[in-house]
């Protein structure tokens, strides 16, 4: 079992440095912007996820141009699933279940990592 933080920089006892399997992304930050603007994907911009960041904004765009253009049934449906998706990211990054753009884990504070040996 390897620890989200390892113990060694310089020869210095207790000096904390990220586990390589952890996102560098500050996990506050990345909940703060899913929490808030997680409708318009700016927590997958600010983690390197931008495929999905775009697709997020289409999203949102797309349900508020249903909303302007008086499609509201569609717009509803539209709002609802974007809505779902925000909520199951935040919840997944609260938990330490997701991951950068490059495939890291964004850790919460004192969070352990393990390593799998195959």
Partial sequence: ?????????????GSLQPSP???PKSYATAVSLSAVFG??????FYLGRFAEGIL????????????????????????LLDFAHSLTVTIQL???NFKDGRGRVV?????????QRG
């Fill in 1 to 13: 079992m390897a620890d989200v933080f390892a113990t060694s920089q310089a020869g210095l006892p």
């Fill in 94 to 96: 609260l938990t330490g």
């Fill in 39 to 44: 409708f318009m994907g700016v927590q997958h």
């Fill in 56 to 79: 997020d904004l289409g999203l949102s765009a797309a349900w508020v141009w249903s909303f302007a253009s008086g499609e509201m049934l569609l717009g509803v449906v539209l709002a």
């Fill in 107 to 115: 850790c919460y504070p004192g969070q352990r990592l393990t390593i």
């Fill in 21 to 23: 399997k952890s996102s």
